[in-house]
C-alpha cells in the first residue's frame, strides 16, 4: 500500500501518518527505486491501534508508552488515570468511560494474555482472541505463523475506518467464539499452512489445502466472501494488479501460501456465480 491507501484504510490523513513518522510512533518505511514507500499489513495495523487509543482520550506521549509496553500493564495504569479524570466530568463524558471498560475487560489478567499486542478492539473479537489464545495454549508448542496473521488481519478489518471494510469479519467471530471444534479445525489449517512456507508454487499440496480452507469456513463467511468477490470481478485480489490492500493482504504470506489463498477466494466466487 501506498501512504494514502494506509491512510484511507486506517481513517487518518496522509499528514498525520507523515507526523507518526516524525515522533516515532510509526515505522517509516525506505524508498523503493521509484521512490515510493509502500507499507504493509503490520503498519496498518499499528496505525488503527494508534487512532483507536487515542479516540480513547489518550495523549500521543501515553500512546507511546502502551505501544512499548505490550504486556499491558502499563495501558492498565493510564486507563486507571483516565478514568478517574472523566469520573468527575459531565454526562457526555459516559459514553467514553464505557469505552474504557471495555478496553479494560480485553486486558491480559493471569495466565490468560490474549489480546496482549492487538488491542483495543471490539468486545465481540476481544472474545474470540481470548479463545484463540487458550487453543493455542491447549495444543502446546509456537503459536503457528498463519494463526498470528489471521488475527492481525482480523484486528485490522476490526478497526477500519469504513463500516463496510468489516465484511465477512462478524460472521467469522461469530462462528469461531462459540465453536471450539471449529477453532481447534481452524488451527490445524493454519499449522498446515506453516508447513507450506518454503514450498512452491506448484506444490501439491496447495489445491488440496486451498479445497480444505474452503470446506472449513462457516457458511455464512463462504457465502459472503463468495459473493463479494464475484460481483468485485476476477482483478479485485490480483497479486500484481489488484488494490493496495490485495497487494500488502498477499505480499504477506510466502508464494505457496498466497496460492492456497487466491485458489480458496477462487473457489468460493465460483460457487457463489454458480448459485445465481
Known amino acids: 500500500m501506498r501512504i494514502g491507501e494506509l491512510a484511507a484504510l486506517a481513517g487518518v490523513s496522509t499528514r498525520t501518518v507523515r507526523h507518526y513518522h516524525r515522533i516515532g510512533l510509526l515505522p517509516e518505511p525506505a524508498r523503493r527505486t521509484n521512490g515510493y514507500r509502500t507499507y504493509g499489513l503490520r503498519d496498518a495495523v499499528r496505525l488503527v491501534r494508534v487512532r483507536r487509543l487515542t479516540e480513547l482520550g489518550l495523549t500521543l506521549d501515553e500512546v507511546a508508552d502502551v505501544l512499548a509496553d ?7 495504569e493510564v486507563l486507571d488515570e483516565l478514568d478517574a479524570d472523566l469520573a468527575g466530568q459531565e454526562r457526555a463524558l459516559r459514553e467514553q468511560r464505557a469505552r474504557l471498560a471495555e478496553l479494560r475487560d480485553q486486558l ?4 490468560d494474555d490474549a489480546g496482549r499486542a492487538d488491542g ?3 468486545p465481540e473479537l476481544a472474545g474470540l482472541l481470548r479463545e484463540m489464545a487458550r487453543t493455542s495454549a491447549a495444543r502446546g508448542g509456537p503459536e503457528p505463523d498463519m494463526a498470528v496473521r489471521e488475527r492481525e488481519l482480523m484486528v485490522l478489518l476490526d478497526g477500519a475506518a469504513a463500516p463496510d471494510s468489516r465484511g465477512w469479519l462478524p460472521s467469522m467471530v461469530d462462528a469461531l467464539g462459540s465453536d471450539p471444534e471449529a477453532l481447534a479445525r481452524a488451527y490445524d489449517l493454519y499449522a498446515r499452512m506453516d508447513e507450506l ?12 489445502l486451498a479445497r480444505e480452507v474452503v470446506a472449513a469456513l462457516p457458511e455464512d463467511v463462504a457465502r459472503e466472501v463468495g459473493q463479494e468477490m464475484a460481483s468485485a470481478g476476477p482483478g479485485v485480489l490480483d497479486r500484481r ?4 490492500f490485495a497487494r500488502a493482504l498477499f505480499a504477506a504470506y510466502t508464494p505457496a501460501q498466497a496460492e492456497v489463498l487466491a485458489r480458496a477466494i477462487g473457489l468460493l466466487a465460483e460457487r457463489a456465480e454458480g448459485a445465481r
Open 70 to 76: 505490550d504486556a499491558g500493564r502499563e495501558l492498565r
Open 108 to 111: 491480559p489478567t493471569g495466565a
Open 120 to 122: 483495543p478492539v471490539s
Open 197 to 208: 512456507a518454503d514450498a512452491p508454487v506448484d506444490d501439491p499440496r496447495v489445491e488440496v
Open 241 to 244: 494488479t489488484g488494490d493496495g
